[in-house]
């Protein structure tokens, strides 16, 4: 489009538009402030009427016959005019408005006499016609104020309300009918066909609350409705007046169709401890959302026994659930505390098997606990439904079953479970296995490991893993591992890892002629590079930047001791381990003859002999006999007039540097004169 | 025996007009002031017998009015607060600023008429 395509608007036309919203503005503001001003005038009016009324009102609240005659005149003076008023209706609204503010703040006698004097005044008739009204709020404000005034026969009009398709009104004449008659939370809920909201709830039981003497029916009688909010209502007004006669239906609601029902009614038995409802919990639990779930093991957890065990053990198998399941574990733990232990992101130190057979322990030592008692069978059944986070086998469980230790003193059952006669502290539990290991007592791979199982998966493995897998096949010293390792050195295309293999079984079988000899250990059966203290740090990662800096710790502070499992480390390690591993064995070795090398020093190996090498690579601390003491004290000796420090033998003695013979003689003559001057 | 003189401070006019035809009516003088700064400007005149003010008030609240009269005034008046909100705090605060007595609202009129009594009582007759 070009310039000359666009419209021509003419200036006289822009005035007149210009004019024309001006004018509008100036009515718009006009119109504001005019009903503004009448606004406030009419509030001002009301404000002055409301003075005017209010000593008016106060002397028809306060009356009594028993005043004086000149206040008797007045008070019925005041009724004649007041009746004269209330011909105007606005006069009428005002003072129905004073009556309903002022009984918000107005107690006891009072509050009586107020609404007292609204009846006498017939305000009420006002607030009847508000209710004819075809607007919701003057219908709803009518109800209000029939309601907080205590108009008894509004109760009949205010209650077809109550299914009023407008939610206010609605509402409101709920909160009347309650109020208004101690029945009508009886009709209320026979009647009703619309949703209570909870906050609503909430309202009508405060509401009954602020009754006096008031006796609630039985809530569970509506437990029956067809009304779904109707029953939720009165699940909770049964659980707020305690109404615990009601076990069979709300556990039988434990079967609604609605969720919001079910886990009203689960709440209900778990505050009212229906321990009878766990059977049907357990029955419905399959067929439920997950939200239902929860609350069912939440009720389980508060009301459940020993006995439902196995239900929640089957329920953390087979849900998918990862809520539910954690549910399920935490229920089992609240029944039966301890017996799951957390199973994610813990490092197995060896002892795995033996925390599932301490978790298969517990779990039967608990359900023999249980006070019904249940037969063998079953009990092979529950633990075989068991899947705990460690998954326990069917192996472990037969593990138990199928060892005896006879017991003379008492005759068990044979279907009793194993306990065994000897208590392990659970650490040595745990840990048992990884020290046996560590101490090579016992095989790394447990009694039924067979190396032939080995040599199938070894060529699949990374060179990394032959490497240590050779390393602790050796270290092992166990002539069962002799057929892998002559496997891995007969067909192990590395020619590192086979000379590894064949010095390992070269050092097997120089153990098996001779077990009496160790040359690798020292004498307590633990092999001299795992009496390093780095030994277990080094294996425990993989990393090589991890290991490089353990390497420079072990420079920094190791000792002659570290040397065997340096060496070992030099045939299985990567480059920069090699180097740094020579390295660390040529500056200890040095250390070492360092040591040897000095003169105080007075066995080689000095161990029994001098504390201070027994370290190996601390300096030893020359220690002196002659009893020399520091010049500070010596001089505080001095100055006190201890006796040791005048003696004239041990003045040479105190000092650890050399003195001139005239420094003392200066001294001893100074210390006689002050000895002198004090006995003066 | 003279009246005694009651300073009311409420700012709800109807309540406040109620309260004092009550009192009237039991032999008390009432003054009546219907906020915070009135109420101040009074007390700079004359300290009434008793002092009843709502807290809830505007331009000075009725904790504020107890420390006026208990630090800057240096008054032991007896002061009975009055008061809709009746949480803890301002209940607690208003007993740890020096107030007598307080009485939540919806205030029973017969009630408010003892409680000055047995503040009077407790003041001026022992």
């Known amino acids: 489009m070009t310039i000359s395509g666009i419209p021509k608007i003419h200036t006289n036309l822009l005035w007149d538009l210009t004019l024309l919203f001006a004018i509008l503005g100036i009515l718009y503001f006009v119109f504001v402030f005019f009903f503004r001003n009448k606004l406030s005038r009419l509030a001002l009016r ?324 249980n006070e019904e008692g249940q037969e063998a069978t079953q009990s092979e059944e529950i633990e075989k439904e068991t899947d705990l986070p460690e998954a326990i086998e069917v192996e472990d469980i037969e593990f138990f079953d199928e060892v005896e230790i006879p017991e003379p003193n008492k005759a068990k059952k044979i279907d009793e479970p194993f306990v065994p006669a000897f208590e392990l502290h659970p650490i040595e539990q745990e840990y048992g296995s990884s020290m046996d290991e560590l101490l090579g007592l016992v095989s790394s791979h447990g009694e039924d490991f067979d190396s032939s199982d080995l040599m199938g998966t070894y060529d699949k493995i990374s060179y990394s893993e032959k490497s240590k897998l050779v390393s602790k096949l050796g270290d092992s010293k166990d002539d069962r591992e002799l057929p892998l390792l002559e496997y891995i050195a007969a067909n192990e295309t590395d020619s590192e890892l086979r000379f590894q293999a064949f010095k390992k079984i070269q050092s097997i079988q120089e153990d098996a002629k001779d077990p009496g000899k160790d040359p690798s250990t020292d004498g307590f059966n633990v092999p001299l590079e795992q009496q390093s203290i780095f030994y277990p740090l080094y294996h425990y990662t993989d990393e090589i930047d991890a290991k490089l800096i353990l390497l420079d710790e072990l420079i920094a502070v190791g000792d002659g001791r570290d040397v065997p499992f340096l060496q070992s480390l030099l045939s299985t390690e990567e480059a920069p381990i090699m180097k740094k591993v020579k390295k660390a064995i040529a500056l200890l070795k040095e250390e070492k003859n360092d040591l040897k090398s000095r003169p105080n020093s007075k066995k080689e190996d000095g161990v029994e002999d001098n504390p201070t090498e027994q370290v190996g690579m601390e300096e030893e601390i020359p220690f002196e006999k002659d009893e020399r003491i520091p010049m500070e004290l010596f001089l505080l000796y001095e100055e006190l007039g201890i006796e040791s420090a005048s003696e004239p033998e041990k003045k040479t003695s105190p000092f650890d540097f050399e003195l001139s013979q005239e420094f003392f003689l200066e001294m001893d003559s100074n210390l006689t004169t002050n000895q002198n001057g004090r006995n003066e | 025996m003279p009246k005694r003189r009651l300073l009311l401070a409420e700012d709800d006019h109807m309540l406040a007009s109620l309260l004092k035809y009550r009192l009237e009516r039991d032999g008390y003088e009432v003054i009546l002031e219907y906020d915070g700064k009135a109420v101040k400007e009074k007390l700079q005149g004359e300290i009434p017998d008793v002092v009843i003010s709502d807290i809830m008030m505007p331009y000075f609240s009725g904790i504020e009015l107890v420390d006026h009269l208990r630090n800057s005034l240096k008054s032991d008046v007896p002061i009975i607060l009055i008061s809709a909100a009746s949480n803890d705090e301002n209940i607690v605060s208003a007993f740890e600023m020096g107030a007598n007595d307080f009485i939540s609202k919806p205030v029973s009129p017969s009630e408010l008429l003892a409680r000055v009594s047995r503040e009077i009582k407790r003041h001026y007759c022992t």
């Open chain 1, 46 to 369: 009301r404000k002055n009427k409301r003075e005017e009324l209010a000593p008016i009102i106060s002397n028809f609240l306060f009356h009594s016959p028993e005043d004086s005659k000149a206040e008797q005149k007045e008070y019925v003076e005041l009724k004649i005019e007041i009746r004269e008023y209330l011909g105007d209706q606005r006069f009428r609204k005002i003072i129905s408005q004073i009556l309903f503010d002022l009984q918000k703040d107005v107690a006891g006698g009072t509050r009586e006499r107020l609404f007292k004097l609204y009846k006498e005044l017939e305000l009420h008739h006002d607030a009847f016609q508000k209710l004819e009204s075809w607007r919701w709020e003057t219908i709803a404000q009518g109800i209000l104020e029939l309601s907080e005034m205590e108009v008894g026969e509004s109760y009949q009009l205010i209650r077809k309300f109550i299914n009023d398709r407008r939610s206010v009104i609605r509402k409101q004449a709920e909160l009347a009918t309650v109020s208004l008659r101690s029945d009508g939370i009886d009709y209320l809920l026979d009647t009703t066909r619309h949703s209570i909201s909870e906050w609503q709830q909430l309202k009508l039981i405060e509401t009954l609350g602020k009754r006096t003497n008031y006796r609630p029916p039985q809530f569970k009688a509506w437990l029956l409705s067809q009304n779904k909010d109707v029953v939720l209502f009165a699940l909770r007004l049964i659980k707020h007046y305690n109404q615990k006669g009601a076990e069979p239906s709300i556990n039988e609601l434990v079967k609604h169709k609605n969720d919001e029902v079910r886990i009203a009614a689960i709440q209900c038995i778990m505050d009212f401890h229906f321990q009878s409802a766990v059977p049907v919990l357990k029955k419905v639990f399959w067929n439920t959302s997950n939200t239902v779930k929860i609350s069912i093991l939440n009720a389980i957890s508060a009301l459940g026994s020993n006995k439902d065990i196995p239900f929640l053990k089957e329920v953390a198998k087979k849900e998918s659930s990862f809520i539910v399941v954690g549910k399920a574990q935490s229920t089992i733990n609240a029944i039966a505390p301890e017996t799951i232990l957390p199973s994610k992101d813990i490092i197995d130190l060896g002892g795995g098997k033996d925390r599932k057979d301490k978790a298969i322990a517990q779990n039967t030592e608990e359900l023999n606990l």
